[in-house]
């Protein structure tokens, strides 16, 4: 059984939404705060974390930038403003993906099992490169078949989100990908969703695998320089 943990300090919504989803099958556990969240987190063995981005003791942001120093377990935010600040912060601080509250049930379960399908993927949803090869790209070399990535010769650790985003890019050298095509094919959108996801886990990927491996084409989107 999948294992979540939902880490929300409104008691009313940590219920309701922990029943929920345990009717729809998933294993869940609660921490009411951020401190209590974070040791949570680090002791269980958990498939993917929800976390709302306000918490007494250590707010979600932190939490999830604490996480991010050990582990790329799977991290959707919580957040009470669908343009706010702390949305941009949650993105930046490590997660995958972000819902806004009041949570709609079947949305929040959607962006979950997009995400988890992200943790378990074997490939890319489209443009599948052939199994086993070695793709190289300058210093970069990603290993489809092991789902490696080096860095001049140096292993890099990504989220799964952000490997799903090197995948495909990597299918595709030198293409230009438009932000709403990565929100289908790497998020999972079946919508032309919020585009900052795309943008901020483009930053980060940067900051792992170089700032001029993947350039910005202003008005489309993003492509992997082949050389």
Sequence with gaps: ???????????????SVGLALERYGYRVSTAAD???????????DHDLLLIDVMLPGLDGISVCRRIRETSQVPILMMSARGDG????????????????????????VARIRSLLRRATFARPATGQAPAGEVLTFGEL??????????????RVELAPTELRLLLEFAAHPGIVLERATLLRSVWDYGW????????????RLRRKIGADRIETVRGFGYKLCGT
Aim: hydrophobic share 45%.
């Design 1 to 15: 059984m999948t294992s979540l943990l939902f880490v929300e300090d409104d008691a009313v919504i940590r219920t």
């Design 34 to 44: 951020g401190l209590d969240g974070l040791e949570a987190a680090r002791a269980g």
């Design 85 to 108: 600040l702390d949305v941009v912060a949650g993105l930046e601080g490590g997660a995958d993906d972000y819902v806004v509250k009041p949570v709609d049930l079947p949305v929040l």
């Design 141 to 154: 070399s990603v290993d489809t078949a092991a789902l490696e990535v080096r860095r001049a010769g140096q």
């Design 192 to 203: 032309d969703g919020d585009s900052r996801v795309v943008d901020l886990c483009v930053q």
